[in-house]
C-alpha cells in the first residue's frame, strides 16, 4: 500500500466525455465540498471527477476516478464522503499504454462498499487526463523554482571600506534617522484591522452557510413528513375501500347461499309433487281398470265397452291426460293409451323409455336417495352416499347405484349380465 509523499501534487479533474473540462488544485476542491465555491455549471448534474497524485515530474502516480453530485444551486451532495485519497493510496497497479499508473475505479476498487461511487474510464479519457498534467496548465513547479534560485542568489561581498557608503545610502533611503517604526506599527494595526474585518466576514458565511444546512435539513423533513402523510393516507383509503369490497362480496355470498336453498327446497317440493303423482296415477288406473268388473252383472266382455264409452266421454268433453314423470318429463297420453297407462303408469313410461321397469324403478329409488344398495361381510346394507346419476339413460343397475369398494367387488361387466 503507497503513501501520499509531501513532494506530489494532488489534484482533481473532471470530466466531459473523453475530454478534461476543469482542472483545480485539491485545496480549491475542498472548498467546493465545503460550500463556499459553488460550480453553477454542474448544475442537477453527477460528474465524472478524477483525484490525480502527480510527481514533481509531472508524471501521474496514482488516480482514483470517482463520482459526485451537485444540487441546482450546483454545490456537490451533502452526504458525499468517498475516501479519494485512502483509495488513491490502495489503489493497484495498472499498465496503461506506455505507463504504469495506480488506478482505482469501478472494477479495481479496494474497499467493496464504495465501489458504487467509483466509475470506470476509457482508454481515451486517461490519455487526455495525462496529456493535461503534462501540459501543466495549473502551474506546478513554478513556485518551487522560484524559491530555489531565490535561494542561490549568492550574498553580497562588501569590504569595510563599502559598508558606510551602503549604510549611508540606506539611511538617506529610509530618512536620515533611521527606519520608522511608527509608521511599521501604523501599517501593522492597519493589517491586524483587515484581518479581523475578514475573519469576521468568514464567520458570517459560516454562519449563513449553516443556517442554509438548517433550512435545507428542515424542508427535507418536511417533505418526508408531507411525503409519509399522503402515503398513510392512501393506504388508510385503500384499506377501506377493500373493506367496503369484502362487505359486498360477503353480501352477495349469503344472497347466493339463500338462493340455493330456496332452489332446494323448490326441487324437493317438486320430487314429492312426482313422488305424488306416481302414487295417484297408480292408484287412478287401479281404479279405472277394475271399474268394468266392480258393477254388479258385469262380465268379461263388458269391461272393453264400459272403457271405450268412458274414453268416448273424456274425448267428446275434450277432458286430456297430461302427466309428470321424472327422466320423461311432461307426457301427453294419447286416448287410446290411457287404459294400458293408468293399469301400469311405471311399465308404460319404462317402456316409453326403452328400459325395463326394474331398471326404472332403481333409477327413481336412486334418485330420491342416492345410497350403495351392496351389502357389507356381516350382511347388512351399505347405504354410503354416492354421487347420483341424474341421467337415465347413463344409469346402470347394480354400478351406478354402488359405491366405488362395491363396484370393485362388482364389476360393471357382471352387473350388466
Known sequence: MGEIRPEQYQLVFF??????????????????LDGFVPLVDYSG????????????DLTVDAVVFFHLGF?????????????????????????????????ASYSN?????????????????????????????????????QQSSTSEIPALQINDSAQPVVLTNLADYVGGDGFDESMLEKQR?????????????IGKLRDQHNELLLQLKSLEGRFEKSVYEKAQSYIEKRDKKWQEKLGQAKQYILQQNRLIKEKDAELESRTQMHTGDESLNNAAGNRFAQSGSSQPGSSQNSSPQ??????????????????????????HIPYEDVIE?????????????????????????????????????????????????????????????????????????????
Open 15 to 32: 470530466f466531459e466525455g473523453t475530454d478534461v473540462s476543469r482542472q483545480m488544485l485539491v485545496e480549491e476542491f475542498e472548498s467546493v
Open 45 to 56: 448534474r453527477k460528474c465524472q471527477c478524477a483525484f490525480l497524485l502527480v510527481n514533481p
Open 71 to 103: 444540487d441546482i444551486s450546483g454545490r456537490p451532495d451533502l452526504h458525499w464522503n468517498t475516501p479519494i485519497k485512502q483509495l488513491a493510496c490502495q489503489a493497484d497497479i495498472t499498465p496503461t499504454l506506455s505507463r504504469v499508473i495506480r488506478i
Open 109 to 145: 476498487c479496494s474497499i467493496a462498499w464504495h465501489q458504487q461511487k467509483l466509475w470506470e474510464p476509457f482508454v481515451e479519457q486517461v490519455e487526455a487526463m495525462v496529456q493535461c498534467v503534462k501540459s501543466n496548465q495549473l502551474g506546478l513547479g513554478q513556485l518551487d523554482r
Open 189 to 201: 494595526k492597519n493589517y491586524e484591522q483587515q484581518l479581523n474585518l475578514k475573519s469576521l466576514e
Open 306 to 331: 264400459n272403457n271405450n264409452a268412458m274414453l268416448k266421454l273424456m274425448q267428446d268433453q275434450g277432458i286430456k291426460l297430461q302427466v309428470n314423470h321424472p327422466g320423461i318429463g311432461s307426457l
Open 341 to 417: 297407462y293408468l293399469a301400469a303408469p311405471m311399465v308404460y313410461v319404462a317402456n316409453l323409455r326403452g328400459v325395463r321397469p326394474e331398471d326404472y324403478a332403481a333409477w327413481l329409488q336412486h334418485r330420491k336417495n342416492p345410497r350403495c344398495q351392496g351389502f357389507t361381510e356381516d350382511g347388512k346394507a351399505c347405504c354410503e352416499k354416492i354421487d347420483p346419476v341424474s341421467d337415465l339413460d347413463q344409469f346402470v343397475p347394480g354400478h351406478s347405484d354402488f359405491c366405488q369398494h362395491h363396484r370393485m367387488e362388482k364389476p360393471q361387466n357382471e352387473s350388466l349380465a
